[in-house]
C-alpha cells in the first residue's frame, strides 16, 4: 500500500500528518511536491516524518531560483535537508516487495518549454534538455533491478494523457485547453516500455483537481479527472493534487481533515485506488 501526499501549498500540520499516515499504515508515503514557495522549514518537517517516505520538489518550491537569475541558496538546503528521500533523478528501492521507485524531472512546472529553466537544470543536474532529461529518468531506471516493477514519481505527469481541460494534465486556464503533460516523461515511460520494463503506477500532482471556472461550462462538476489508465502498458496514472489538502472538519471544528491518496499494488499491478480524507 502506498499513501500519496499531493500539492501542500502550506497546507501542512506535522503532528497531524504524521498520525493520519500512522493510521493509514502505508509501506511508503510519496510526497509530490510543492509544499511552498521555497519553504524551507516547511520542507524541514517533512524530511523529518519518521518514516519511509520518497519526496520530488515541485516547481514552487523553486519559485524563485528557477528564475533567471534566481539564488538557489533555498532550493539546496531543500535537497540537503531531504538527502536520500529526494527521488529526483535517483532511485528508491523496495526489495521487501520486489519494487523500485523512480524519480522523474524534479521542479517541473508543465508544458514543452525547458529554455526556461535550462540555467537552473543544467546547474544543479547537468540536464541541457528535454532530450536530455528523459535519457536521464531512463538511465536512472534502468539502474533498477530487472525483476523489479517501477513506481514512477513526478511533480507532473506526462504529455500525452489527453488534451481537453478536464483531463488529468489538460490545460484548463486557456480556452483553447491543451496538453500540459512533460514531455520527456512521456518519452522515458515509452523507451521503458519497449526495453519491457513493468511500470505499475505514475503518481504527480501539479495539476490541481479544481478546473477553472470559465473553462468548466457544460460540465457536470468543476473536477479535473484524476485518475487515467494506458491499456496498453497496464500504467496507472495518479493525480493527487486536491488543493486544498487540508479543510475543516465540518462536524468537529477546529478538527481538520487531510487528503491522501491511496493505492495498493499486488503483483506488479495497481489493483485498487481511493481517495481518503484522514
Known amino acids: ?16 500528518e504524521a498520525a493520519a499516515l500512522r493510521l493509514l499504515a502505508p509501506h511508503l508515503t510519496l510526497l509530490v511536491g510543492d509544499f511552498g514557495n521555497e519553504d524551507v522549514e516547511l520542507v524541514g518537517r517533512v524530511a523529518a516524518l519518521p518514516l519511509r517516505k520518497a519526496v520530488i520538489l515541485g516547481n514552487h518550491d523553486a519559485w524563485v531560483a528557477a528564475t533567471p537569475g534566481g539564488q538557489q541558496n533555498c532550493v539546496r538546503q531543500q535537497l540537503a535537508l531531504l538527502g536520500d528521500n529526494h527521488v529526483g533523478y535517483g532511485t528508491m528501492p523496495l526489495d521487501e516487495q520486489g519494487y523500485t521507485v523512480v524519480g522523474a524531472r524534479p521542479f517541473s512546472k508543465g508544458g514543452k518549454n525547458f529554455s526556461s529553466i535550462r540555467d537552473f537544470m543544467d546547474d544543479l543536474y547537468g540536464v541541457k534538455s528535454m532530450e536530455e532529461s528523459a535519457e536521464r529518468i531512463v538511465q536512472v531506471a534502468q539502474s533498477a533491478p530487472a525483476h523489479h516493477t517501477l513506481i514512477v514519481v513526478g511533480h507532473n505527469g506526462p504529455a500525452g494523457l489527453g488534451s481537453r481541460h478536464f483531463d488529468i494534465c489538460g490545460v484548463d486556464w486557456e480556452s483553447g485547453a491543451g496538453d500540459h503533460g512533460d514531455p520527456d516523461l512521456q518519452a522515458a515511460l515509452a523507451t521503458l516500455h519497449r526495453a519491457g520494463r513493468r511500470v505499475a503506477l505514475v503518481t504527480f500532482g501539479h495539476m490541481h483537481h479544481t478546473l477553472h471556472a470559465a473553462n468548466s461550462k457544460g460540465r457536470a462538476s468543476r473536477l479535473r479527472r484524476m485518475v487515467a489508465l494506458d491499456p496498453a502498458t497496464g500504467t496507472v496514472f495518479l493525480n493527487a493534487a486536491t488543493v486544498p489538502r487540508v479543510t475543516p472538519a465540518p462536524t468537529t471544528p477546529p478538527a481538520t481533515l487531510h487528503h491522501f491518496m491511496v493505492a495498493e499494488l499486488e503483483g506488479g499491478e495497481v489493483v485498487a485506488a481511493r481517495d481518503v480524507w484522514v
Not at 1 to 16: E, F, K, T
Open 1 to 16: 500500500q502506498v499513501a500519496i501526499v499531493g500539492d501542500v501549498h502550506g497546507s501542512w500540520r506535522g503532528d497531524r
